[in-house]
């Protein structure tokens, strides 16, 4: 999972509550993504940042918001407006998502974070 | 727009025997491709990429990928599976367009492989 970490590893909610996911990364990359895992359904975006203090929408931000106040780290929090939240939660990272010699090259990810809401 | 197609949920092999893992893809411009695999409760690992020259790249453990531009695939293939070899796979191309999608991947729906003993 190299130099991503995600915490919690499981979480709980209760219906109405807001919730945030820690994501948090030593490799100096700019750019950082959140995903949504649900069976079947493969990866989907929700947001994702290329650079510090600013973050643009995926395919399904809705319910969720996210901040970009430090390269190392972009939380994601689940609101009490997205109307089904239990999924399994993946941040990424990337070298540069801009311009350079990485601009080709992969993601690494965190280990995940299952949220699951009571 | 960018996409990506896994178009088997599902794939058993026996053990020792060869597998291929399918993804066809749809881009705008040159296609880089990816390769993942999850295992459960996990977060992805990278396999491997192809972004230009051989057809055929080859990543991690034993796995290989052959890139066919008239047909748009970049297959995964492994000569000989193993029952550790089970998990999760996604293809997933990169979008290389200008503006801010520029980096971000667009991922298949995942098939299962099962290699059996």
């Known amino acids: 999972d190299g130099g991503i970490t995600q915490s919690p590893k499981y979480l709980f909610r209760k219906e109405g509550q807001n919730v945030t996911l820690s994501c948090e990364q030593n490799l100096n990359h700019d750019a950082m993504y959140w995903y949504r895992q649900d069976p079947g359904q493969g990866l989907r975006l929700i947001y994702y940042s290329q650079i510090v203090n600013d973050f643009q929408k995926g395919d399904i931000a809705e319910g969720y918001s996210v901040s970009r106040e430090k390269k190392e780290s972009f939380p994601l929090t689940v609101t009490s407006a997205q109307k089904n939240p239990t999924a399994f939660y993946l941040c990424?990272?990337?070298?540069?998502?801009?311009?350079?010699?990485?601009?080709?090259?992969?993601?690494?990810f965190g280990p995940g974070t299952r949220l699951t809401v009571l | 727009a960018q996409s990506v197609a896994q178009p088997e949920d599902q794939v058993n092999v026996a053990e020792g025997n060869p597998l291929t893992v399918k993804c066809t893809y749809s881009v705008s411009g040159n296609p880089y491709l990816f390769w993942y695999v999850q295992y459960p409760n996990r977060g992805l690992q990278f396999l491997l990429k192809y972004i230009t020259g051989d057809n055929l790249v080859k990543g991690s453990y034993g796995f290989e990928a052959e890139f066919n531009k008239s047909q748009t695939s970049f297959h995964l293939k492994k000569p000989s599976a193993l029952v550790s070899d089970s998990a999760l796979y996604f293809c997933a191309v990169r979008d290389m367009g200008r503006g801010s999608t520029l980096g971000r991947l667009y991922f298949g729906r995942g098939t299962q492989l099962t290699v059996w003993p």
């Open positions: 990424a990272s990337t070298p540069s998502g801009l311009a350079g010699p990485h601009r080709m090259g992969e993601q690494f």
